[in-house]
DNA sequence: AATTTCACG
DNA sequence: ACGTACGTGAAATTA
């Protein structure tokens, strides 16, 4: 019950009782800001308010999200997301054999992880296993072990272990790409992402065992996490571009880190919204990894996932 | 002013 | 032997 309470509590406070008050009564519209240079990784991050923390996940919370609305009934929102950004990336950056092939074949990456770490075939995988391999999926990249895997999944110890090995048989290219991420960083002091941009981590060869293993976590998963921003960064310079040289009305009003919010006038979502797949999906046109981006429009920004 | 809690990717 | 999941921001609570 107190948690029930709290969950409200914290929807009122934070987004009903908050965000009207931050409407501009010129535009009446929000207007928040995107800082370019706050987030270590090389995120955008958002405040007053903060628009990438909008709820979604549960039902209460999504009927905040459907108060984001385009400008007028002659416009709707389209939001355009990348798919599972982060694991095709990983799966570039260490050119792992098995993960890029699931995706180059279009293969469900969770599923195909369920049937590596439990030995089955693809279509035997159940709905729990799937859900358990998607949990290791999001682990291995923040660099979890065996304890908050088992806590995550509310299994035994032993069993995450069992897991997380059968998972780097699965995918030996990753356990190499976190083991030479680590001794590069260890080496130079710094980390990179695929576009170049360091990361500086003063603490990867400290005494204390805890700071250093933080900062090992943080050498395996900056290289993803940035060169998830830097491609939504380089897409979103070019749809600008190109939304300004094609004289279109659609403004981009919105970023949530894999996800872009646009404001269209209806008659221009025909010609736009092709141009915001391609140059989404073609930011970083020499990758080996197939990059997805699914799209959907509606008159709420709940109605356009 | 610092910490805790909880919203998102 | 134990123990550690990455990145944020806002409101409420505690010191």
Known sequence: MI???????KLKSTYVDALPKLINPKTGRIHSSFNQARAATGRLSSDNPNLQNIP???EAGRKIRKAFEPRDENHVLLAADYSQIELRLIAEISQDEAML?????GHDIHQATAA?????KLDEVTPDERRAAKTVNFAIIYGAGA????KQLNIPRKEATVLIENYFKQYKG?????TETVEFAREHGYVLTLMGRRRYLRDINARNGLERSNSE???INTPIQGTAADMIKVAMINIHRALKEGNFKTKMIMQVH?????????????????IIEDLMKNAMPQLKVPILVGMDTGKNWLEAH
């Open 3 to 9: 948690l029930d309470y709290r969950k409200l509590a």
């Open 56 to 58: 979604i996940r549960d």
């Open 101 to 105: 092939d699931a995706f180059v074949n």
């Open 116 to 120: 590596g770490v439990f030995n089955k």
């Open 147 to 150: 304890t908050n895997l088992s």
């Open 174 to 178: 990753l356990k190499k790409y976190m």
């Open 217 to 219: 976590r943080i050498a």
């Open 258 to 274: 894999d996800e872009l919010v646009f404001d269209i006038p209806k008659e221009e979502l025909e010609k736009v919204s092709p």
